[in-house]
């Protein structure tokens, strides 16, 4: 599998960094310019018996994709597994119930080994997955929370099912931690008003993409009193915008309004019924656009003309 | 009024939602071979209509997605050992690949180019360690089509790319925002 990965860089590249890997190792053995290697052969020549850890980091990110390779170079000696453990850990699954399964085990181990650092994407499930309730504080436990605030280098989470009416108003306090670096947040079925939910993106100021999946308006409640629940900050909200089965029109509009506007480079859109307001708001930025020939609205539309057609 | 602006005209209740003439920075408009495969005759319309409604002078690629399961390359999971961990294993696969399929994915974009022309872009995001036979596979395909005179339509010939996917190194892991438990995902955010 080594040479796989090799082989499908470019040659010229591949050749660039074998000469680059052969230079360190040679001043590393002979010491001197590169082409001291031929005067000092006779010579003793200067050992070190470490190769420096950037050198080592290049050679294991040719294997980030062949996790086997990854966790037999993790055994080999301390310095590789430096090299390997941010590879091996940057994702996680935790459930929302204690002792549900392996998943929470997993948690509490790399939390008692201090590995959650190295954790870069966080999934929190509802569990059992058939259940009605969705996540809430209840269910996630204190020492979950406290835990949580080790994930101190965080990039992308995604919730499922997440009352988000129950967290308020100490939502702050319970996801707060991820604020300084989270980029990707992906929520399905966020149970809440739509100030509720745009309070909660809005915690986290760096946020770039968003994924909103099965947000329907039959669930939507919104509470006449929290007209004044105004965002902490305004998202930059440049990247991917993915929309799947939405149809909480409201939450876009309003978020809009409080985000003012939206500037998405990339959009994923299946089933969304506010497809022209989005098209619309963002129609200066959006590069790229993801659309299925499936997505119900044409389809119906299709279905609907060739019915006429028949007529 | 010429054809275009017909067919426009003619689909003007799916432009309602879907009419790109306001989009002045549009690149690239994707779509999945899945969506194309279950969309069956209307995928060539949709895609049709959405291309004509575009104004924008700037050339636009369109990137049709593959993933594994229709690239043919079935897997299987492994029996569970608790030393190494859970991961994909794709099983070595000796059947020729159903060129009569790919032919029938070839025919979508080769009627929309007609509406408008486009840099076609077939993708394959696929998990890494198959990422090689992916693409020779979508390269097979596009000969065949060549042959049969189908590509050969294209000024351009149809670019291959691949997005790689890394494996979840736990038994639980998965990726956030995805149905299901699907234990690989892009590599390009990390």
């Known amino acids: 599998m080594h040479h796989v990965n090799i082989a499908i860089a470019s040659q010229p590249l591949v050749s660039r960094l074998w000469y680059q890997a052969t230079t360190k190792i040679e001043l590393l053995f002979y010491g001197g310019t590169p082409g001291a290697r031929a005067s000092t052969e006779h010579s003793s020549p200067i050992i070190r018996l470490q190769i420096p850890q950037d050198v080592v980091e290049i050679i294991i990110s040719y294997f980030i994709y062949d996790t086997t390779t990854l966790l037999a170079c993790s055994l080999t000696c301390y310095s590789w597994y430096i090299a390997t453990a941010p590879h091996l850990h940057h994702s996680l699954t935790i459930n929302d119930r204690r002792f549900s399964n392996m998943g929470y085990r997993s948690f509490q181990t790399s939390y008692r080994l201090g590995l959650l650092p190295l954790v870069k994407r966080l999934r929190i499930r509802r569990w059992p997955y058939w259940s009605e309730i969705g996540v809430t504080p209840g269910r996630l436990c204190r020492r979950t929370f406290h835990r949580l605030s080790a994930l101190t280098n965080l990039r992308e989470l995604g919730i499922d099912y997440l009352e988000v009416s129950r967290f308020m108003p100490r939502i702050r306090r319970c996801f707060g931690c991820f604020s300084p670096t989270l980029l990707f947040l992906a929520l399905k079925d966020p149970r809440g008003s739509c100030r509720q939910i745009l309070y909660f993106i809005g915690l986290f100021p760096n946020l770039q993409d968003l994924k909103l999946q099965s947000c329907s308006s039959e669930g939507e409640q919104e509470i006449t009193g929290d007209t004044g629940l105004i965002p902490l900050s305004t998202p930059p909200l440049r990247g991917w915008l993915t929309l799947t089965c939405f149809t909480r029109v409201t939450l876009i509009r309003d978020m809009i309004t409080l985000f003012g506007g939206l500037q998405f480079r990339r959009m994923d859109l299946f089933r969304v019924k506010c497809v022209r307001l989005l098209l619309d708001t963002c129609a200066e930025t959006v590069e790229t656009l993801r659309l299925y020939p499936t997505d119900l609205y044409g389809e119906v539309f299709l279905k609907k003309r060739e019915g006429d057609e028949l007529k | ?190």
């Not at chain 2, 069956?40 to 369109?62: K, N």
């Not at chain 2, 049709?64 to 399961?69: G, K, L, N, V």
């Not at chain 2, 294209?154 to 639980?172: A, D, N, Q, V």
Request: proline share 6%; net charge negative; hydrophobic share 35%.
């Open chain 2, 1 to 190: 009024m010429n054809s275009s602006e017909e067919f426009v005209a003619n689909n003007r209740a799916l432009l309602r939602d879907f009419n790109l003439s306001r989009n002045k920075s549009l690149r690239t408009l994707e779509t999945t071979a899945s969506s194309i495969d279950d969309a069956e005759g209307t995928a060539s319309d949709f895609l049709m209509t959405v291309l004509s409604s575009v104004t924008s002078p700037v050339p636009v690629d369109v990137v049709i997605i593959y993933q594994d399961i229709h690239l043919e390359i079935p897997f299987i999971y492994p029996p569970y050992n608790p030393i190494m961990p859970i991961y994909f294993c794709y099983s070595r696969r000796t059947e020729m690949w159903d060129h009569s399929l790919y032919q029938r994915r070839l025919e979508v974009p080769h009627k929309v180019y007609s509406t408008r022309g486009f840099r076609l872009v077939l993708c394959a995001d696929v998990c890494d360690r198959v990422v090689e036979r992916a693409i020779q596979g979508l390269e097979d395909f596009v000969k065949a089509g060549k042959m049969e005179g189908g590509s050969s339509h294209f000024p351009y010939r149809p670019l291959i790319i691949s997005e790689r996917r890394l494996l979840c190194t736990r038994k639980y892991d998965s990726f956030p925002g995805v149905s299901g438990d699907r234990h690989d995902f892009p590599a390009s955010a990390l």
